[in-house]
C-alpha cells in the first residue's frame, strides 16, 4: 500500500460526458502528479502540483483540468470525453523531487 | 516526440540468471533517472534511482549503470528471481528544470523457471 489513494478505481461513461478522477496524496507529501496510461503508451505525464499550485505541465488536453486543493488532494477534471481518452489514470505524490508514490490508478473506459 | 525510450518491449531471462533492461534518452538536460516496477492491477513502485554525477548505483540485487555520453542506462538484476516478472519503467527529469518525471513505455520482464 503506497498510501496513495485514487477514485473511483472503474468508471465507465459515455461519449461526451465529463468526470472528476479524485487524488489522496501521501499524508505529508505536497507534490501530487497525474499519468495516463493507454494501451502501448507507456506512462504519459500531465500535470504536476505542488502545494496547492501547478507546478509541470505535459501532455495534457484543454479538455482535461486539474487542481489542488487546500488539504492536497487533487482532483482530474476530464470532459467532452472522446473514444480515445479510455486509459488508466494514475497520481503519484511525492515528499521530494524524485521518487514517486502511485496510487492503484482509476480505469476510465469511455463507450 | 518520446524523450525516454525503452526499445525492448519484453524480455524473457531465465531464473537465477542476470537480467538486463536498457533505456535510451535524448534531453541532455535529464540529470535525474529512475527505475518503477509494476504488477498488473497495482500501481508502479520506485526500485532504484541515479543522479547524473554517478555512473553506477546499488541496491541490493539491483543496479543501475549511467552512460551519459551515450544517452543511455540499464537497469541489472542479479539474480534474478520469479518476482522480478513485472513490468519495468524507466524514468527521467530535469531537475534543473522542474520536477516534470518522463517515463519511457516500459519493458515487460518474464522471468522463466
Known amino acids: 500500500d503506497s498510501g496513495v489513494t485514487q477514485t473511483p478505481k472503474h468508471l465507465i461513461t459515455a461519449t461526451g460526458q465529463r468526470v472528476t478522477l479524485r487524488c489522496s496524496p501521501r499524508?505529508?507529501?505536497?507534490?501530487v502528479y497525474w499519468y495516463q496510461q493507454s494501451l502501448d503508451q507507456g506512462l504519459q505525464f500531465l500535470i504536476q502540483y505542488y502545494n496547492g499550485e501547478e507546478r509541470a505541465k505535459g501532455n495534457i488536453l484543454e479538455r482535461f483540468s486539474a487542481q489542488q486543493f487546500p488539504d492536497l488532494h487533487s482532483e482530474l477534471n476530464l470532459s467532452s470525453l472522446e473514444l480515445g481518452d479510455s486509459a488508466l489514470y494514475f497520481c503519484?505524490?511525492?515528499?521530494?523531487?524524485?521518487?514517486?508514490?502511485f496510487g492503484e490508478g482509476s480505469r476510465l473506459t469511455v463507450l | 516526440d518520446q524523450q525516454v525510450k525503452q526499445n525492448s518491449p519484453s524480455l524473457s531471462v531465465q531464473e537465477g540468471r542476470i537480467s538486463i533492461l536498457n533505456c535510451d534518452y535524448t534531453n541532455s538536460m535529464f540529470d535525474y533517472f529512475l527505475w518503477y516496477k509494476k504488477y498488473p492491477a497495482e500501481g508502479p513502485t520506485f526500485l532504484i534511482s541515479i543522479s547524473s554525477i554517478k555512473d553506477k548505483n546499488e541496491d541490493g540485487r539491483f543496479t543501475v549503470f549511467l552512460n551519459k555520453s551515450a544517452k543511455h542506462l540499464s537497469l541489472h538484476i542479479v539474480p534474478s528471481q520469479p518476482g522480478d516478472s513485472a513490468v519495468y519503467f524507466c524514468?527521467?527529469?530535469?531537475?534543473?528544470?522542474?520536477?516534470?518525471?518522463?517515463f519511457g513505455k516500459g519493458t515487460r520482464l518474464h522471468i522463466l523457471p
Open positions: 524514468a527521467a527529469s530535469a531537475l534543473v528544470i522542474d520536477d516534470k518525471i518522463i
Open positions: 499524508s505529508g507529501d505536497l507534490s
Open positions: 503519484a505524490s511525492s515528499p521530494h523531487t524524485g521518487e514517486l508514490f
